[in-house]
DNA sequence: TATTCGATGTGCT
DNA sequence: GCACATCGAATAC
């Protein structure tokens, strides 16, 4: 799939981390690895953003791993949790900020063989990348993409599709965490079957 | 079908 | 120490 011209410009992720999370659903998400190049398109997003959210990292602090955090939009954000997995997060607004968006799940387009060889263990496609860190594994994502920018590094970058479909977003609050849990800042793909948790309270 | 639980590294307190 | 934006296996019903 040639996606270069279709790329997302720096001003989509400087907008309003609810658009761009919301915004990113649809979108085409491309992995250079090893000279294969997997793809698929983002189902499934949350909202992380920094100031008045208590369940961001950089809430409160501005140290440590959060410090990428503070970058402007477009920028890479991978961290490590549970001491097992990666979590893949977009960086949005405007250096300083503190916001991002964390890929939660997408829909495998390209490369499907590859992924299913970086998780041997997944028993159907629906299950290949329907998680934040099932998506980083068979996507090859480590630390090693941290700070990368995904405007102009060659490794990630997410793309518009070149044919649009017409699909309504569900909202909820947030999976997995222990605070700032009532604010409703998870966006998918209504009914589409790539998505983590179909019924985890939806809002809209 | 729903709930619990172990594995595991990093950065906080 | 302990919490943590998780996953998958094991257990309880």
Redesign the pocket.
């Known amino acids: 799939m040639n996606t270069g011209n279709n790329r997302l410009k720096r001003d989509f992720f400087l907008k309003n981390t609810l658009y761009v999370a919301r915004n990113l659903l649809g979108k085409i998400i491309v992995r250079q690895i090893g000279g294969q190049t997997l793809t698929g398109m983002i189902v499934e997003t949350?909202a992380?953003i920094g100031d008045h959210d208590p369940?961001?990292?950089?809430f409160g602090?501005f140290?440590?791993?959060?410090s990428v955090?503070y970058e402007k939009g477009g920028i890479v954000?991978v961290?490590?949790?549970?001491?097992?997995?990666y979590?893949f997060?977009l960086v949005t607004e405007d250096e300083g900020r503190g916001c991002?968006v964390?890929i939660?799940a997408v829909e495998p387009i390209e490369g499907i063989d590859i992924m299913r060889k970086l998780?041997p263990?997944?028993r159907n496609i629906y299950?290949l990348t329907?998680?934040?860190?099932?998506?980083c594994?068979a996507f090859g994502i480590d630390k090693e993409l941290n700070r990368k920018d995904s405007i102009d590094g060659n490794e990630i970058y997410v793309c518009k599709p070149y044919q649009k479909y017409k699909f309504e977003v569900s909202v909820s609050n947030?999976?997995?965490?222990?605070?700032g849990t009532e604010l409703p800042y998870r966006f998918f793909i209504k009914d589409n079957p790539y998505v983590?948790k179909h019924k985890f309270n939806i809002i809209k």
Not at 55 to 58: D, K, M, P, T, V
Not at 63 to 66: I, L, N, P
Not at 130 to 135: A, D, Q
Request: net charge positive; charged share 25%; glycine share 10%.
């Open positions: 949350e992380y369940a961001c990292h950089a602090k140290t440590g791993r959060a955090l954000y961290y490590f949790i549970y001491g097992n997995y979590c997060n991002a964390l939660r998780r263990e997944t299950e329907n998680g934040p860190s099932k998506f594994i947030r999976i997995g965490l222990k605070s983590s």
